[in-house]
């Protein structure tokens, strides 16, 4: 069953360095997402993505961060400037977009950013 | 404000018990509804969902959730868990739209002694 990929498993940066997540979404899916999850707390929304564009930003996604798709398979979230309260961990997701509830998104295992 | 509230934190039972999670939402409009789990070390998979139709939903691994919309609730149960279902189990709501963002609930850790 395909399933959507994420690349590092654990990140470990310093405050202020930039860092790159990347995510391989499922090959026929068209919609991406960024949730991020700072432990102890609730999954939350950042940004979602088709076409090339940003669809929807939460509050958190200011900024600092910026997502793309570079190619024709990964989607990568960018932090330009990390902060303390950066550290969480950050899901991608995917979806077809298929039209009103029958849309799912399927979830990556997660990167665990730790920013010192 | 669109918000998921999970009633417990934390549930602990023994093999064979019976499990309710709960679940309301606030959420104007039409919405569809999840329960995602997340075992340990693992991503978060999706157990079922609602969105339309037969308000009672059976998902994977014997798990059923009920949709009661004068309630705003969609409470996860299992007639009799398994040491295997131990996880983080996530109660979720997006919009009747196709590709809407998920608002989660905090999470309801479930643990089960063997």
């Known amino acids: 069953e395909p399933e959507v990929t994420q690349t590092p498993s654990h990140q470990v940066t310093q405050m202020g360095q930039e860092v790159i997540l990347r995510c391989v979404p499922i090959s026929n899916h068209l919609y991406f997402y960024w949730y991020r999850q700072i432990l102890g707390q609730k999954v939350e929304f950042l940004v979602s993505?088709?076409?090339?564009?940003?669809?929807?930003k939460s509050e958190i996604f200011d900024d600092q961060f910026s997502v793309e798709r570079p190619d024709g398979s990964n989607f990568t979230l960018k932090i330009r400037s990390t902060k303390l309260e950066d550290s969480a961990m950050y899901f991608c997701?995917?979806?077809?977009?298929?039209?009103?509830?029958?849309?799912?998104?399927?979830f990556g295992p997660g990167t665990r950013l730790t920013v010192l | 404000a669109q918000s998921v509230s999970q009633h417990n934190h934390h549930v602990i039972l023994s093999e064979a018990a019976s499990l309710e999670l709960g679940c309301n939402y606030s959420y104007g409009g039409t919405v569809n509804l999840f329960w995602y789990v997340q075992y340990p070390g693992q991503h978060l998979q999706l157990l079922l969902k609602?969105?339309?139709?037969?308000?009672l939903v059976k998902g994977i691994k014997g798990f059923e959730a009920e949709f009661i919309k004068s309630k705003f609730s969609f409470n996860l149960r299992k007639p009799s868990v398994q040491w295997s279902d131990t996880a983080e189990y996530f109660c979720?709501?997006?919009?009747?739209?196709?590709?809407?963002?998920?608002?989660f609930g905090s999470g309801t850790r479930l643990s089960i002694r063997p």
């Open positions: 997701a995917s979806s077809q977009g298929l039209a009103g509830g029958t849309d799912t998104q399927y």
């Open positions: 993505f088709y076409n090339n564009e940003i669809s929807e």
């Open positions: 979720a709501v997006n919009a009747y739209s196709s590709a809407s963002k998920i608002i």
């Open positions: 609602y969105f339309s139709g037969d308000p």
